[in-house]
């Protein structure tokens, strides 16, 4: 008897060439003989039509947007964008949503104790964090000065109070109900909404935005992770483990972060997915990263200026349409598991 491959293999295989094919173009786009640089104006091709007469030396293979930019260019670039913005936001978003959801599902309520003056030290320095956020518009030199002075000044405190007994005495900390809180007061906002207010306080760059887009798109995965913290902790190997005296940290790292990795395996290509979309919105309505930055978002809002040229939509849409398809096929199913029928 034959062994055929299902469809659902050839899909997948699709699903994987695309994103290789985005992943490499991103990774060469600026050692790529490319006829045009990014975010350069050809005056005598402004809305010109995809031109293919099978010459190499065809000016614009995709067309010109209204402004005059190669449209192959922009997408190119794009995808550089993409993986300059989007992996760095997701990798983020998935570190901050393992810790908390480690922590809060494995020391709940009572469980994390520390002695008191630690606890007046770590949020005098959350404290100081949050208010010099403000003094990013001015520079990242002009915040930093603040921050370290605060931070000192938290940090001698806590040694000061060490002469107290009272403030030695270990207290439990509401890691849970704290995490769990803070997730519920981030997700009361529509993350659109949160996303585009904060990006018009504070200027975006390729160091500012994966930092908005991780830490307000956490929450989710935090979840999935507490949740499945919460199902191992219960198995015996860990009852065994802790019948042995391992310490909590060697439990946490050791015996539950390994058994997280299906869930965040699978979860994560729809993470990326919700990035992807996120940052391409923001730019389609002109609020992400700066105009001359090439991006599929951008390339798209210019068919506002001229909504007859048809190539400003399709191949723009295509691309993060097939993106988006392929993300998808990859979180349904890796791949590698894909069982050959019989």
């Known amino acids: 008897m034959t062994l055929q491959k299902p469809a659902l ?13 985005v992943l490499v173009l991103g990774a060469s786009a600026v050692w790529l003989p490319l006829p045009y640089p990014p975010a350069t104006s050809d005056a005598l091709a402004l809305s010109s039509p995809p031109q293919w007469d099978g010459a190499l030396s065809a000016p614009h293979w995709l067309g010109t947007d209204a402004l005059g930019r190669d449209v192959l260019t922009e997408l190119i670039y794009g ?28 020391w709940a309520t009572t469980g994390l104790r520390w002695a008191r003056r630690y606890w007046l030290a770590l949020a005098g320095f959350l404290l100081c964090t949050v208010a010099n956020v403000p003094l990013l518009r001015i520079g990242v030199g002009t915040a930093l000065l603040p921050w370290l002075l605060w931070s000192g000044l938290c940090a001698s405190l806590a040694w000061l ?15 849970d109900s704290l995490v769990l809180g803070s997730a519920a007061l981030l997700g009361s906002v529509p993350r659109l909404v949160l996303v585009l207010a904060i990006a018009a306080v504070l200027p975006l760059s390729f160091i500012s935005m994966p930092l908005l887009l991780g830490l307000t798109c956490w929450p989710g995965m935090m979840r999935l992770v507490r949740a499945e913290v919460l199902r ?3 198995l015996p190997y860990i009852e ?4 042995l005296g391992l310490p909590n940290r060697r439990i946490l790292a050791r015996h539950i972060l390994p058994g997280l990795w299906p869930v965040v395996r699978a979860a994560f290509p729809f993470y990326l997915t919700l990035i992807v979309t996120t940052e391409t919105t923001i730019s389609f309505l002109g ?3 700066p105009a001359e930055t090439a991006s599929w978002g ?28 392929s993300l998808r096929f990859l979180a349904q199913k890796p791949v590698f598991s894909v069982p050959i029928l019989k």
């Open 79 to 106: 995808c550089r964008t993409l993986l300059l913005v989007s992996l760095p936001a997701t990798l983020l978003l998935t570190a901050v949503g393992i810790w908390l959801g480690s922590v809060a599902g494995y």
């Open 232 to 234: 191992i902790r219960q």
């Open 9 to 21: 293999f050839w899909q997948h295989v699709l699903a994987i060439g695309w994103l290789g094919l």
């Open 298 to 325: 951008h390339l798209l809002s210019t068919a506002r200026l001229a909504p007859t040229n048809w190539w400003l939509i399709v191949f723009p849409g295509f691309c993060l349409v097939g993106t988006i398809i």
């Open 287 to 289: 609020v992400g990263l």
């Open 161 to 175: 109070l060490g002469y107290s007994r009272w403030w030695r005495q270990p207290g439990a900390f509401p890691i």
């Open 240 to 243: 065994a483990a802790r019948a």
